[in-house]
Nanobody, 126 residues
Framework: QLQLVESGGGVVQAGGSLRLSCAASGPSFSEYALGWFRQSPGKERKFVAGISLSGNKADYAISVEGRFTISRDNAKNSVYLLMDSLQPDDTDTYYC???????????????????WGQGTQVTVSS
C-alpha cells in the first residue's frame, strides 16, 4: 500500500509557474504509474498528466500540453508536476495518484487508479 503526500500548491498570478511534488511511502514504488488529476467541488475528477513505470512515457490532457511537465524520481519515491504559463482556468485542487501496472502504459480513467493523495490547492489569479 502506498501513501501519497502532495506539496507545492499555492496562489500565483496568470503567466506564472508552480511545481507540485508528491512523496510516496510504501513498497515497490517503481511498479506504479504515477499521475496528477484535478477536481472542483461537485465535479468529476479529471486527468491532467501521467507518467509510466519506466518514466519513458508521459501523457497530458490537451489543455495542459506544452505547459505542464510530469517527471518522476524513483530514488526519491517522488513525482513532480511543473506547471508553466498558468491561467485562471488551471485553478483547482490537484491530486497525486498511483496505479499499479504490469505494463509501461498510462490510464486516463481516474477510477482505475489505486492510491490518492489528499490534494493541494492551486489558485491562479488574473
Amino acid at each position: 500500500q502506498l501513501q501519497l503526500v502532495e506539496s507545492g500548491g499555492g496562489v500565483v498570478q496568470a503567466g506564472g509557474s508552480l511545481r507540485l511534488s508528491c512523496a510516496a511511502s510504501g513498497p515497490s514504488f517503481s511498479e506504479y504509474a504515477l499521475g496528477w488529476f484535478r477536481q472542483s467541488p461537485g465535479k468529476e475528477r479529471k486527468f491532467v498528466a501521467g507518467i509510466s513505470l519506466s518514466g519513458n512515457k508521459a501523457d497530458y490532457a490537451i489543455s495542459v500540453e506544452g505547459r505542464f511537465t510530469i517527471s518522476r524520481d524513483n530514488a526519491k519515491n517522488s513525482v513532480y508536476l511543473l506547471m508553466d504559463s498558468l491561467q485562471p482556468d488551471d485553478t483547482d485542487t490537484y491530486y497525486c495518484a498511483a496505479d499499479h501496472r504490469y505494463s509501461d502504459t498510462i490510464s486516463r480513467l481516474w477510477g482505475l487508479w489505486d492510491y490518492w493523495g489528499q490534494g493541494t490547492q492551486v489558485t491562479v489569479s488574473s
